[in-house]
């Protein structure tokens, strides 16, 4: 709440020189009241625009880059320090605090509401550089999150100047009334985030929004209120500024659209067919067509690809069907791939599949090429599928309702998905394996990631279950598939690691009755399992909820 004006003590300095004179309110062209009012509505606003800059590039950077945890901490942290410095900084533009805010507030603009646009374009074009430009992304991140960070940090001891400008006030005052407004706005700018500019105007365009929002709110309360304190040339370079500043978002938001699809041919490829961005994740589908194979990236990821999914699939699958298997429960697999694979045994009676994401199981029916890929999976009236997060779904499901558990779901290093790989959640898996059931587990590269993979056969161990160790290779370059949304670089082979698990010993074998699978073989088999031993890690505690190992 807004404290009432309160005097000064007679005789306390002015923290000013007004220019006509020692001390004394600014001359405005309205009631001093109404000023102030006028100053703590653009603090509001500021606010809420300078939080908007944070979690654009908070979300920006996970999109692009892959652990959310590590590009939050770093996004947050070096703009709380530079928040610091700008507010240091500020404290020789207290002289001049209408020019120095005006100043600011269209360099923040522009700075701002154009990094989503650059931040996207350095990862489009230049993202699989390699060599020393391979962090240049990251450094760009840094960059951009220091820079707004010293704008932010500029804007309250400016602000208090002004306020004080407007009436003298006694400090405590003055500051508790600065930061009411400052705090109620960033309440309104990290709601209108998620909940307004993400779902109807997207990262790139609500981004430049908000930093026209803020040209022309940070211009006006300037030349609006405190004109007289500016000299004619001030006024007019202010004036440039802001027009520029404005014209200059205003052609970004006109060509946005070309730019995104521009971008995105540059990071998928020119065969891009579907691009949205659901609430879960962003869902890309390349190819398919003209003889050309399809691929699918969620979040950036390659998930799916037809030159070899096959061998990612039946690894998965197959093992885990030597036994009785009439009742399956498929974690993720929302393209349907997983339960092709589960169909093609003839005595399966009913095949569960729990997809978070609505959007591509919709395209796993409707999308002519994945829903031939998939050989119409979902449409098999042994198919239910839900849409619900797997963790949630899995902690209201009946014990021992299942014989097999497939859990085909993102890398555990990925942060949505590490509780996904956590202790708890494989003790809710082996809650609802019926006696004799066997877990499946997808658990990364093992080559590339022997530590990742390990950890996770360390963790399904400690909920109880013995464990197999597999792995298979022929996986494509070209894209990363764990955290980073990066291209996968590494030398070492490209492959994928499983883990099979029951209360008693599994072996990997295919069953003798069951179909013969088009890659998979018992000796490919075997020696899938021979070489994931090979690379074990020993001591390696299990990832919890609350301690995460990945």
Not at 192 to 216: R, S
Request: hydrophobic residues 50%; contains cysteine; proline residues 7%.
């Amino acid at each position: 709440m807004i404290e009432p004006h309160a005097t000064a003590p007679p005789g306390s300095p002015p923290p000013w020189n007004a220019r006509g004179g020692p001390g004394g309110p600014a001359p405005l062209p309205v009631r001093p009241g109404t000023g102030r009012f006028l100053v703590l509505a653009g603090v509001f606003v500021c606010a809420a625009c300078g939080l908007v800059y944070e979690l654009e590039l908070v979300a920006l950077a996970s999109y692009l880059m892959g652990d959310s945890v590590t590009q939050a901490s770093v996004v947050l942290s070096v703009m709380v320090f530079a928040m610091g410095l700008g507010s240091l900084a500020a404290k020789r533009l207290r002289l001049l605090a209408a020019a120095g805010f005006g100043a600011v507030e269209a360099t923040l603009a522009l700075v701002g509401g154009c990094s989503a646009m650059a931040l996207y374009a350095v990862f489009a074009w230049t993202g699989d550089w390699g060599g020393m430009w391979a962090s240049g992304p990251r450094c760009l991140l840094v960059a951009f999150s220091l820079a707004t960070g010293l704008l932010i940090g500029a804007e309250v001891p400016l602000l208090m100047e002004l306020i004080q400008r407007v009436r003298r006030q006694d400090a405590g005052g003055a500051v508790a009334d600065l930061f009411a407004a400052d705090y109620v706005g960033a309440l309104v700018g990290g709601l209108a985030f998620p909940f307004l500019l993400l779902p109807f105007l997207g990262q790139l365009t609500g981004a430049l929004l908000t930093g026209a929002v803020n040209a022309v709110v940070g211009g006006a309360l300037v030349l609006g209120l405190f004109r007289r304190d500016l000299t004619r040339r001030a006024r007019g370079l202010l004036l440039l500024g802001n027009a520029l500043v404005l014209a200059a978002l205003a052609s970004a938001a006109v060509l946005v659209d070309d730019f995104e699809r521009a971008a995105r041919h540059a990071v998928y490829g020119s065969e891009v067919r579907v691009a949205l961005r659901t609430g879960v994740q962003e869902v890309v589908l390349a190819g398919g067509t003209d003889g050309r194979p399809l691929d699918l990236f969620l979040d950036g990821r390659l998930r799916v690809s037809e030159r070899d999914e096959l061998r990612y699939h039946e690894a998965l699958v197959h093992p885990a069907m030597t036994g009785p298997h009439a009742r399956v429960l498929v974690l993720g697999g929302g393209d349907g791939l997983a339960a092709r694979e589960v169909l093609r045994h003839p005595t399966v009676d009913r095949v569960d599949v729990v997809e978070v994401d609505a959007e591509v199981v919709r395209l796993a029916r409707t999308d002519p090429a994945l829903s031939a890929l998939n050989q119409h999976a979902f449409g098999d009236p042994r198919v239910r599928v839900t849409t619900r997060d797997a963790f949630g779904w899995l902690r209201g499901a009946p014990p021992m309702a299942y014989d097999v558990v497939v859990s085909d779901l993102p890398d555990p290093g990925i942060t949505a998905s590490t509780k996904l790989y956590s202790q708890e959640f494989y003790g809710l898996a082996r809650r609802v394996l019926a006696p004799g059931g066997r877990l499946v587990v997808h658990a990364g590269p093992v080559a590339s990631s022997p530590r990742v993979y390990w950890t996770v056969e360390r963790t399904v161990r400690a909920a109880g279950l013995r464990t197999a160790p597999y792995r298979t290779g022929g996986r494509q370059p070209g894209f990363a598939v764990g955290a980073d949304r990066t291209a996968d670089r590494s030398r070492a082979p490209l492959d994928w690691g499983f883990v099979l698990a029951a209360r008693t010993q599994p072996r990997p074998r295919l069953a003798a009755a069951g179909p013969r699978p088009h890659v998979l073989t018992d000796t490919s088999l075997a020696a899938g399992e021979r070489a994931a031993l090979g690379t074990r890690i020993a001591g390696l505690p299990a990832s919890t909820l609350v301690h995460p190992r990945y």
